[in-house]
């Protein structure tokens, strides 16, 4: 059954749902990992939330202020799931408690504050995952390795899509997720940094950028009370949108090769819209996550009128085979959050990082950092991180 090993959530939104459900399915699906995941703790500062989320799910304690949980020493990794603006109070006084630390992107508000904690993770000896989950899917770890293998010949181009339509309605309530002191950069941290993410994992680093931004929905209501996910609000004040709901940035990889990333929030008839399009000297590949156990492979000698072939992801490909047994039989979003669950525990179990890290943070952070100053300059520039 494996040993008992005390985790914790902090913020009970849909996120640290996920990572709950995560938690208690890891066992189910990776039998040889030697640590089992116990829920000890949740904390969230809506008065009752925390209280629910124990009863639904076996929690043995809830609390509303995050610091009870550093203080609690039965447990030993903590999912941070809070806003964007928590990230690095939380995540640094976590590691500083000695606790392992499993963080939702973007990690802060800014480069400064995802190395902030990437530092303080560092320091303590702890490990540190991000959530970055679109790099965990089956096809994109088969799409990372045929790249590697040559099998399009040299990548010479990318397009990077994230379109959704989670912010279009112009009554959804205006949220911590648009004020630029809390929510940071929008759609940047929001999608765009999921994009540089998948970016660096198959292609290598980025070199230079340029961007530009929009805000396409200027006002919102302030919502009356707690809110969670995108809620709508009508009646109340309204208030300006400050941080971005578009991003398009040309990129420019230390490979040589050459890419376009575009983001958007407010995509009206686009759900959940991911994915990239990968060309090389010899062939192609293509993802989309709304299909995510498919590959569209091109590859051969014929160059010109060279057809595409899909691919269906199976046993072989990434950590598929831990949940179905043949191809083609589907796999979800919350999968994919059980393979994050499960870099984070062998990486605490074996002391080495697995999966994403807060270095990749870091980097991801940067870059957006980046097409920040890109947008306001009008200029090319070079990632910081």
């Known amino acids: 059954m494996g040993s008992a090993f005390g985790v914790a959530v902090v913020g009970f939104g849909w996120m640290g749902r996920v990572h709950t459900q995560a938690y208690a399915r890891v066992p189910h699906h990776f039998p040889g990992l030697s640590l089992r995941p116990e829920l000890i703790a949740v904390a969230d500062e809506v008065p009752g939330r925390a209280e629910e989320a124990a009863a639904q799910y076996g929690f043995a304690t809830a609390a509303r202020d995050w610091r009870e949980v550093a203080a609690d020493p039965r447990v030993r990794a903590v999912s941070v799931a809070a806003p964007n603006f928590l990230h690095r109070e939380i995540g640094v006084a976590l590691a500083e408690a000695g606790k392992h630390l499993w963080i939702e992107k973007p990690v802060g508000l800014d480069a400064a504050d995802a190395r ?116 709508r609000a009508t009646g109340g004040e309204l208030g300006p949108v400050e941080n971005d709901d578009y991003v398009s940035c040309l990129l420019r990889f230390a490979s040589g090769a050459r890419g376009v990333l575009e983001a958007c929030r407010v995509s009206v008839g686009e759900q959940n819209n991911y994915g990239f399009e990968i060309h090389g000297t010899k062939g192609a590949v293509s993802w989309d996550f ?65 999966g994403a890290t807060l270095e990749d943070a870091v980097h991801s952070v940067a870059a957006l950092d980046a097409m920040v100053r890109s947008a306001e300059k009008g200029t090319w520039t070079s990632p910081a991180g």
């Open 116 to 231: 902030a904690v990437a530092d303080a993770v560092a320091a303590a000896g702890v490990q540190g995952t991000v959530g970055f989950n679109y790099r965990n899917a089956p096809a994109v770890a088969a799409a990372r390795e045929l790249i590697a293998a040559g099998e399009i010949g040299t990548v010479t181009h990318v397009r990077i899509r994230l379109f959704s339509d989670y912010a279009a309605h112009p009554e959804g309530a205006l949220t911590w997720r648009y004020e630029r002191e809390r929510g940071g950069s929008g759609v940047l941290g929001d999608l765009a940094s999921h994009g540089v993410d998948l970016a660096r994992f198959l292609l290598g680093e980025i070199a230079s950028l340029t961007a530009d931004t929009a805000v396409f929905v200027p006002q919102r209501a302030r919502p009356t009370g707690a809110t969670a996910g995108h809620i």
């Open 290 to 354: 709304r299909r995510m156990g498919e590959l569209g492979v091109s590859r051969g000698t014929s160059f010109q009128d060279q057809p595409v072939s899909t691919v269906y992801v199976g046993p072989g490909h990434g950590a598929y085979a831990a949940f179905q047994p043949g191809a083609a039989n589907s796999m979800g979003y919350d999968d994919l959050k059980v393979i994050e669950a499960y870099n984070f525990l062998r990486s605490v179990e074996e002391g080495t990082p697995y």
